[in-house]
């Protein structure tokens, strides 16, 4: 497991922007597979965005078009640019990470291991 740290959650009119960022403990190759996820109270933990390195970048239907993933390798850092956002982007999004990147893409909670605390993202309309 890594240790994960968020950051750059906050409160934002719809159709406003934010970046959210990870760092990860250790280096890149301890955590292969990187990814955000979010939850609302009462709902499953539902997956973003993940990156496996390169171009390999997977995406929610509800955000593909509107988020983009990156990351930086030295920093073993990832990144979330969320743009044009919805009320119904409202939720805590946590920073997940695993040192496969078998099936990286499948954005499934139970893939992952190493998991941040969390930064909330509020969108009023």
């Known amino acids: 497991q890594v240790q994960l740290l968020e950051s750059g959650g906050g409160s934002v009119q719809a159709g406003g922007s934010l970046r959210l960022s990870c760092s990860a403990s250790?280096?890149?190759?301890?955590?292969?597979?990187m990814g955000w996820f979010r939850q609302v109270p009462g709902k499953e933990r539902e997956g973003v965005a993940t990156?496996?390195?390169?171009?390999?970048?997977w995406y929610a239907d509800a955000v593909r078009g509107r988020f983009a993933i990156s990351r930086d390798h030295a920093k073993n850092t990832v990144y979330l640019q969320l743009n044009n956002l919805k009320p119904e982007d409202t939720a805590m999004y946590y920073c997940?990470?695993?040192?496969?990147?078998?099936?990286?893409?499948?954005?499934?909670?139970?893939?992952?291991?190493?998991w941040g605390q969390g930064t909330q993202v509020t969108v009023s309309s």
């Open positions: 997940a990470a695993r040192q496969s990147s078998l099936d990286c893409g499948r954005l499934r909670e139970a893939d992952f291991n190493s």
């Open positions: 250790g280096d890149a190759a301890s955590s292969r597979c």
């Open positions: 990156h496996a390195g390169g171009v390999l970048r």
